[in-house]
């Protein structure tokens, strides 16, 4: 084989506060050793990769033009992205495809004319080179796009549960629960039977989760959720959360419910409760700042969440596990829906990137780049 | 030996949202077993004692009589203390005194005529019946003056390092580090070699910290604070922070310097850095919320930090080693200055209470209550 081009998706920050979001064609050599080229087929919009793509630059005012989108970037967010300033981005953490050549080695070669889902980092492309490691293999009766979010979501998820119990906590309460994710959690945690609060911000969350049989469902919107939650938490015992959304008050509110439980029947100390309680924020679907009121006396830790970093420590023989339960069952617990299906081009559209980029919970785009 | 009377102070709140302070006379039967009986000569008033004894109440606007004040609790306050309504609450975390009286056992009668250093909860009273195990004895030429603080405050700045050590860190930010505390952390760093990060709210503060020897001394209030306090972490690699405020964005804006340094040179990562950055929240000078701007990445946490859930965390054989370096030090390393000294009924006029209940950095107080 020879070489073979495609286009990719790039993004690139310039010092003037410019986003330049377009395609490029790039050529990609025949893969060597244990690298193999996969065509891709589809790859999921997760917020993560909105957060490199856009980031909070105005894409509402933005110019569009035929494979190319300029767009400004807020200054205050241009200090915090000091860092990627002049160079091009690709973007595209996860997706799915068909191994169309391999390297000579034999864990490439036994890849070759495979659907796999894989983890690249550029993902919004049409041809991917990358290492044989970096694939699983979906099982035979699997398409790409039921592959394609076979890492990120599941990985996450099953993450939180491995922390819960690692951290020895027994149950959990998730935010913005309602999202691909916030299903898989649910599912996993009937399996596992691990107590589950869920918080959602309207009714039509309410009701994804209520029918896939979520048992605590709170809408944090409505009026009385303060004692909802305290009344949930008691009745779970969970004294860990895991916050997609970051910014405003919801995480001290949870850290509140969970003190007011565990001093509920303890004498008076000035500290609060003895019970360790546990906020990890994974997300940024609020970017304003956490507002912690620290009613939740001292027994308390709140901290940043990140896939990667919990692999790391989580070492094979856990993360082996973890891929093969999502692998068994890539199509049941770990099904993700799709609002839609977007090609490269179409991804570079005025109305497509305002409806993707809106980040409704539950409201997942897939690219097709072929 | 029969029973002995002495004074107490008590603090109640009432179901109306009144605070009532009031010295109480007791009786204490002669000591039993492994008990021993103290003459209380010297008690400091910590930071976290007023946090039970007067906690927000409105001192300003009390009603003063002899023996007794009686002051408003704010309704935002009542709620969070709603679990000590009715209970009268006996205060004082840390003394120094003579044992007159002991229970058969032999380390309660190794312990007579001995002065001793001792942890009780209610100190701020003529006397105390404690178990021998509570008491450290001081050295013959050690006033109870002197050893009146060897637990708080010592301990405290020793398990600073602790911490730091056991999660792998090996500089330190410490805040309000004029305190008494933040001299001892200072004079510890310095005989350890570590370094060590102190920011202060003014000038004054930062020629204490001067004088003893401290290297890097910020004041928070200069203009220039967010450059310096990212200078001092590149120079020290600090990225761990003890916080005594609490309240406002001074813990955000020592996360933001640590990533700041951490991501200097690294690749830009939509995720932040890879380097770990804590923050431990110990103290409560400022009552209003904690706000993270999340300008930090996810590898970051922010806790609450206690003296005592810590020393059950790091074992008797820790313990031991770090009670004994404050012994052999208490007239140096774990020296304590105080304002003045107070009698039990002098701590409930009006003058006294305005004076020690400012919670103004290094301006401590002594109860003397015989």
């Known amino acids: 084989m020879t070489e073979i081009q495609g286009l990719k998706l790039l993004s690139t920050l310039d010092a003037d506060g410019r986003l330049i979001v377009e395609l490029a064609e790039e050529r990609l050599p025949p893969p060597q050793a244990d690298e193999v080229l996969v065509r891709v087929e589809a790859a999921p919009i997760n917020p993560s990769d909105l957060a490199l793509l856009f980031a909070s630059a105005d894409v509402e005012n933005a110019e569009y033009s035929e494979g190319r989108i300029v767009a400004r970037m807020p200054d205050a967010a241009r200090r915090a992205l000091a860092g990627r300033v002049g160079q091009p981005m690709t973007i595209g953490n996860e997706g799915a495809g068909t191994v ?7 864990e490439a070669q036994a890849l070759l004319g495979k659907r796999v889902a894989l983890i690249s980092g550029s993902m919004f492309a ?10 699983m293999v979906l099982p035979d009766d699997v398409t790409a796009e039921q592959g394609a979010s076979a890492f990120v979501n599941p990985m996450t998820a099953l993450g939180f549960v491995e922390t819960m119990k690692r951290e020895v906590h027994t149950a959990i309460v998730h935010t913005a629960a309602a999202s691909n994710l916030g299903q898989m959690l649910v599912r996993i945690a009937q399996e596992d039977g691990i107590p589950l609060v869920n918080i959602v911000r309207n009714d039509a969350q309410v009701a994804i989760l209520k029918d896939i049989g979520a048992e605590h469902v709170l809408n944090s919107s409505e009026e009385g959720f303060a004692a909802q939650l305290e009344a949930a938490v008691a009745a779970t015992g969970a004294t860990i959360a895991f916050d997609a959304i970051g910014g405003g008050h919801l995480v001290s509110q949870i850290l509140h419910a969970m003190e007011q439980v565990a001093s509920k029947d303890a004498p008076y100390s000035r500290y609060g409760s003895d019970s360790p309680k546990q906020a990890y924020i994974y997300g940024a679907l609020d970017l304003s700042p956490t507002i912690l009121t620290r009613s939740f006396g001292f027994g308390w830790s709140v901290g940043g969440w990140l896939l990667f970093p919990f692999l790391q420590s989580a070492g094979p023989e856990t ?15 770990f099904a993700s829906h799709y609002m839609g299906h977007i090609s490269l081009s179409e991804a570079l559209s005025r109305d497509a990137v ?5 980040r409704r919970t539950g409201e997942k785009y897939l690219v097709v780049p072929n």
Do not use: H, S
């Open 126 to 135: 049409q041809y991917r080179t990358v290492n044989a490691r970096a694939c």
């Open 100 to 106: 169309i050549a391999a390297g000579e080695a034999p």
């Open 319 to 333: 993360i082996e596990r973890m891929k093969q339960r999502v692998m068994d069952n890539i199509t049941t617990t």
């Open 354 to 358: 305002l409806t993707y980029n809106a």
